[in-house]
């Protein structure tokens, strides 16, 4: 079974940085894509960025030059790294893990919230 394993969430004032860790764990398929996605309190879902196995990146406009995506292929984790945060990146940021047909995999989320 997978397991994912978000940290590094908390609060943070406006124009602060916050750094967001994820450890997958179980049975792996070494090619994958690991993704961030959030949650605001009444709103859908969104994808905040992703970054294959080898090392191709997406990110969402709304964070495009101010958060960074990365990873450790070697410990199975993905890194979102979060500068000049804003009130409206508060929200549940929730780890996934894309292994096509062998799986697609959540973690628990862990909060952030951006306020003064």
């Known amino acids: 079974q997978v397991q994912l394993v978000e940290s590094g969430g908390g609060l943070v004032q406006p124009g602060g940085s916050l750094r967001l860790s994820c450890a997958a764990s179980g049975t792996i398929f070494s090619i994958n894509t690991m993704a961030w996605y959030r949650q605001a309190p009444g709103k859908q879902r969104e994808l905040v960025a992703s970054i294959t196995s080898g090392g191709i990146t997406v990110s969402a406009d709304s964070v495009t030059g101010r958060f960074t995506i990365s990873r450790d292929n070697a410990k199975n984790t993905v890194y979102l790294q979060m500068n000049s945060l804003k009130p409206e990146d508060t929200a549940v940021y929730i780890c996934?893990?894309?292994?096509?047909?062998?799986?697609?995999?959540w973690g628990q989320g862990t909060e952030v919230t951006v306020s003064s």
């Open positions: 996934n893990l894309d292994m096509r047909w062998l799986g697609n995999y």
